[in-house]
């Protein structure tokens, strides 16, 4: 298999103690639906400023393991750690008081609605049955500023007004407003243009240099190899292996994702070496 590749100059390393805790650690996660066995004994940590790739074939398992720490699916069995202590997630408001967020790939944002409102829709701010605009538009705005987005012009002009990337852009602040510690992005890049894509990818690091544990889902391994620390690659519904980005290529990935790995990974704390 030939594939070119340059890795991306300019992006910032960041540091966390793998000794420490993982922020998040799944063991032996397994979900069914009928004779549908969608993970298998899974395996799965994220820790504390780190971005964690989730990759993996359509039908690989990932979009039923983030349902799972979301709370949306019960898993079958296994145990899900949060900050080191075991946790059970019976639905998105458990997830949510963890400080776990999940931004969909529809965003799940109303077009008619400006970016305050939906920042805070369904969690406003009120006096006396009385909106409270001010410390609204004040925390949305802080909250923009942190990220460091620049390019929306107005927190009160209609999200329907906005690009592809500022959509995005405000998907992930409304996620981490609430005091998270987890944002998982599910394909935060899917159909927008390389100016909008290279916003969104500063954003997905911005939210690892602050110190969140970040799940990235992606089909795109350039996006991938720009913004993660470290890959997990499930293939039918198992982790075949957990790679070290700056040791790794995206052709090892490629054979993970497709072939699987010849060897067994004895858990994810093992790292899958490029092969020589």
């Keep these: 298999m030939n594939m070119c590749w340059r890795r991306p100059t300019g992006r910032l390393q960041r540091d966390f103690d793998m000794s420490d805790t993982p922020l998040l650690q799944i063991r032996d996660l397994t979900k069914s639906f009928g004779s549908v066995q969608a993970l298998s004994n899974v395996d799965f940590e994220v820790n504390a400023g780190e971005v964690m790739a989730l990759v993996g074939d359509n039908g690989a398992g990932k979009s039923t393991l983030v349902k799972c720490i979301a709370g949306t699916h019960a898993p079958d069995s296994g145990e899900i750690d949060f900050e080191g202590q075991e946790v059970h997630i019976h639905g998105p408001k458990d997830a949510g008081r963890l400080g776990i967020e999940v931004v969909y790939q529809d965003l799940a944002l109303c077009d008619n609605l400006d970016v305050v409102q939906n920042m805070y829709l369904g969690r406003e701010v009120n006096h006396a049955q009385i909106l409270a605009e001010a410390p609204m538009e004040q925390h949305t705005a802080e909250t923009l500023k942190t990220l460091a987005v620049t390019t929306i012009s107005s927190i009160r002009q209609p999200v329907a007004t906005l690009s592809g990337g500022q959509r995005q852009s405000v998907a992930v602040a409304r996620a981490v ?31 690892g240099e602050q110190g969140l544990g970040v799940v990235l889902i992606s089909h795109n391994l350039h996006d991938v190899f720009e913004t993660a620390d470290r890959i997990t690659v499930l293939r039918l519904g ?30 994810i704390d093992q790292t899958v070496e490029a092969p020589v």
């Design 238 to 267: 198992r982790n075949v292996g957990v790679f070290e980005r700056r040791t790794t290529t995206q052709q090892a990935v490629v054979e993970a994702i497709t072939a699987g790995v010849p060897t067994k990974v004895a858990g």
């Design 177 to 207: 407003m609430w005091n998270s510690k987890l944002v998982i992005l599910d394909e935060p890049t899917a159909a927008l243009g390389v100016a909008q894509t290279e916003q969104v990818l500063a954003l997905v690091n911005r939210l």
